[in-house]
């Protein structure tokens, strides 16, 4: 017997970043996320007659097998086994793709690790009224950022004594968003895409014993309380000088902790220049956020597109590349 399920999850850009961790995977601080529309992995789970015990693994990503993919996996799946019965029942291959070009800074790890909790969990027979949120919950087990991979629009996690519902373990959606933010964009300029010299695993250790660690995670939740109200009453301005606050926050504690780095490139910096001079000249609505990585998100409303891409177009800079995103809809089941 052969039996496939297939889910599309889309990858987010956090807007207040979530950087250190504790316990299995516990963040120190809140964040709240874009869920992006067009970066997303695509993931089928092919289930066959098992034919040892233990769990049977064979991973593809983009059509090749990835031993290093695999073992991460597989270290996943061995230490969530209670939460799949499917790895007792069945052999699995499981193939893998993105929509984006691997290494361009776009967090891989939330759309892949969130596609694959969903393919499990529907293996799994999983139909509670909570199915997202519980793949939320089993994502964040992988990837911290892939928690707030499951939802449209945006999505908020941590626990925040005022926010209702929200918790450490799991994202929850942000509802009644004001109109300005329904229809946003996430131009994507490639600066270098090299491998990052210091993973994301390492930045977040990097905050234990930070100096500016305690300082850091109150203001995180302040900036994630605000952002939600930015977004449910709206205030364009507001959301930019935020996100652009938060983006450089995420770095300064990079090059501030005990071994500290640099992932800022020279044309990062001249983009982050740009913006911010074609901002105050126009006053258009447009900022921008950093990954942990040198790539430039630039934010803005659709209704100031025709106005932001003049101006990304006017840039002499040699980019290796321009990824247009938007505002997303969410995972989607495909098979
Ligand atoms: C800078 O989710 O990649 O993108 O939990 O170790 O997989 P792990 O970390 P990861 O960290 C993302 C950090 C960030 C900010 C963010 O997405 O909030």
Redesign the pocket.
């Known amino acids: 017997m052969t039996k496939k399920i297939a889910w599309r999850c889309p990858s987010n850009i956090?807007l207040v970043?979530?950087?250190g961790?504790k316990g299995n995977?516990i963040p120190c601080n809140a964040?709240i996320?874009m869920t992006l529309q067009n970066a997303y992995t695509d993931t089928s789970l092919i289930l066959t007659d098992k034919k040892s015990v233990g769990i049977e693994l064979e991973y593809f990503f983009e059509g090749k097998q990835n031993a290093a993919f695999q073992q991460r996996i597989l270290q996943y799946l061995e230490q969530n086994k209670s939460s799949f019965p499917v790895l007792d029942q069945y052999a699995m291959r499981i193939e893998s793709e993105n929509s984006f070009p691997h290494s361009t800074g776009i967090?891989s790890?939330?759309s892949a690790f969130g596609a694959l909790a969903l393919v499990l969990l529907s293996a799994s027979d999983y139909t509670g009224d909570d199915f997202l949120e519980r793949a939320s919950f089993l994502s964040r087990l992988g990837?911290?950022?892939?928690s707030r991979s499951m939802y449209p629009g945006y999505a908020l996690w941590g626990a925040l004594d005022e926010v209702v519902g929200s918790s450490d373990e799991f994202a929850i959606p942000v509802t009644d968003i004001h109109p300005d933010f329904s229809d946003m964009r996430d131009s994507i300029l490639i600066v270098d895409d090299e491998p990052k010299s210091v993973s994301?695993?390492v930045g977040?250790g990097l905050m234990k014993g930070h100096s500016y660690a305690n300082v850091r995670f109150l203001d995180a939740n302040r900036h994630t309380l605000e952002m939600k109200g930015i977004l449910e009453t709206g205030d364009l301005g507001g959301f930019v000088s935020l996100i652009e606050r938060e983006a450089l926050a995420?770095h300064a504690m990079m090059m501030t902790s005990s071994d500290y780095y640099l992932l800022m490139k020279p044309d990062t910096v001249a983009i982050i220049d740009a913006i911010m001079s074609f901002r105050r000249e126009t006053g258009v609505p447009v900022g921008f956020t950093l990954?942990?990585g040198p790539n430039v998100h630039v934010i803005y409303p659709g209704k100031v597109e025709n106005e932001v891409n003049s101006f990304l177009k006017s840039l002499q800079i040699d980019l290796k590349g321009v990824i247009n995103d938007k505002i997303g809809t969410g995972p989607i089941k495909l098979a």
């Open positions: 956090a970043k979530y950087w961790k995977q964040s996320s967090a790890s939330a990837s911290g950022s892939a994301s695993s977040h995420l990954d942990a």
